[in-house]
């Protein structure tokens, strides 16, 4: 089943425009990751943030999670032509159970010249 | 450090052929996975090992089967392919386990027909 679900599926921004995308889960979890994957590539991680914070920055990438609305948002500020990409949101849960991640269905970001 | 590697790239099999994806990662890392990336879906853990000759199942891991016996590899065994075992499959490793930052390899492209 897939725990995360990104939103929105798809979006086109200008170059040096910001990027936001949200992520929902349903269970509780240890942390958030969020990956990168380049068409026809390997997943990369991004950036990991634990239950217990509630915002972190990495560069240009900002991620705040809530809890309370199991939900957590990715925003990549002064995007760049390098950044189109497809970009997935994935969490351990902390209820047991397969230890691995679940990812959500991606969010495909397409940064226009 | 090649870091995670896969092979084959590229697979094409008939229903009820066996194969097996090679996985091996230089970074002795202790956990190991397997996904499976199916169109406009995000990844489903098939199976995962903590160390070496511990093997567990993930969310989707009928018809496939897992075996560690080292460290650095990690390989996938398809018993008898079906056409819904076309999919995109990636091997994972991490330094502590699942919850942690997870290193992805490029990828096998495998298509059943």
């Known amino acids: 089943s897939q725990q995360g679900e990104e939103d929105p599926q798809a979006l086109s921004i200008q170059e040096g425009e910001n990027a936001t995308m949200n992520c929902s889960y349903k269970?509780?979890?240890?942390?958030l990751q969020w990956y990168r994957q380049n068409s026809g590539r390997g997943l990369v991680h991004l950036i990991l943030?634990?239950?217990?914070?509630r915002e972190k920055h990495s560069g240009r990438l900002r991620v705040t999670l809530d809890t309370s609305k199991k939900s957590s948002s990715l925003l990549i500020t002064a995007s760049r032509a390098a950044d189109t990409a497809s970009y997935f949101c994935?969490?351990?849960?902390?209820?047991?159970?397969?230890?691995?991640?679940?990812f959500g269905k991606g969010t495909h970001l397409i940064i226009q010249p | 450090n090649a870091g995670v590697t896969q092979t084959p790239k590229f697979q094409v099999l008939k229903t009820g052929q066996s194969m097996t994806l090679q996985c091996a990662q230089d970074?002795?890392?202790?956990?190991m996975s397997w996904y499976r990336q199916d169109p406009g879906m995000g990844l489903r853990l098939i199976h995962y090992?903590?160390?070496?000759?511990?093997?567990d199942q993930g969310e989707v891991p009928n018809g496939y089967n897992v075996s560690r016996s080292t460290t650095e590899d990690f390989p996938l065994r398809l018993l008898s392919a079906a056409p819904s075992q076309t999919s995109v499959y990636f091997c994972?490793?991490?330094?502590?386990?699942?919850?942690?930052?997870?290193?992805f390899g490029p990828g096998t492209r495998l298509t059943v027909t």
């Open positions: 994935a969490t351990h849960s902390s209820g047991g159970g397969a230890d691995g991640l679940t």
């Open positions: 269970t509780s979890i240890n942390n």
């Open positions: 943030i634990r239950s217990n914070e």
């Open positions: 970074m002795n890392h202790e956990y």
């Open positions: 090992s903590v160390g070496a000759g511990i093997t």
């Open positions: 994972a490793s991490a330094p502590l386990g699942g919850a942690y930052e997870q290193y």
